[in-house]
């Protein structure tokens, strides 16, 4: 056990302490994201609510670091992929303590080391600079390549969205973890329905998702992205997995999660949020989590 509200495990990662639960950082993370939200007045918040409960079990069950020293050599990599949900990785990095708390304040300004899409250089714990996307997936496999070359058994996580498997790279960088059965990485995908052209359905439909996946090789998991309890099983049965095969977790979310007037808004890839309302949807994060809290008494 360390000191300043840490954890240390016997593999030498230190997280915040465990005596939070994984319904209240997903809260936290969500508020850290309107917070931010509100300084520019919009961004890509609908998909940073829709995606809270995946970064809580990822950050505070499943990851190894050290908030302290976020380029630790012995810790699992998490990639964005999807660099606009750049909003949402700095909210679950902020409650991880690898962010200072403060930096939100300065969300997408001039020289802010929080930029509105993710950019390695400018951020501690930003593994990738995202952005084009489709390329997350290729990267993830290169690392893995690289740790099994250095004979680390630690894990790299690649967070994409539903609409990146419309790209070509993806799939090239799919087929080749099946072929090179890199059984240290472990996909999330953002399946939220939603991307800035429409439904992906209208767009480019990529289901059924889970044979094709299959096919390439990966095991296959689908979940409810907004379910911690199913969430946490999900990453338990990817780490612990004997078959030598890329693990990939298809992750159906709700756009704006949590707030419920967000929640109905029909365009909502990238939301304009008056500025009267940012209290609102702060006050119904409150709400959501006080009913919640005295569902479970």
Known sequence: MGGNGVETSEDGAVRPLSNVSLAERARRIRRHALRMGEVQGQGYIAQALGVADVLAVAYFQALR???????WEGRDRFLLSIGHYAIALYAVLIEAGIVPEEWLESYGGDDSHLPMSGMAAYTPGMEISGGSLGL????????????RRKGSDRFVYNLMSDGELGEGPT???AMSAGHWRLANLICLVDVNRMQADGRPEGVLNSEPLGPKWA?????VQRVDGNDLAALERAFAVARSLEEQKPRVILCDTQMAKGVPFLEAREKSHFLRV????????????????????????
Do not use: I, S
């Open 171 to 173: 799939w090239e960088a």
């Open 136 to 147: 997350g997936l290729g990267l993830a496999v290169g690392m893995c390549l690289g740790l």
């Open 65 to 71: 670091y050290r908030p302290d020293e976020p380029d």
């Open 274 to 297: 008056e500025p009267h309302e940012w209290q609102l949807a702060l006050a119904a994060l409150e709400t959501g989590a006080a009913l919640e809290a005295g569902r479970e008494a």
């Open 215 to 219: 096919a390439f090789g990966w095991h």
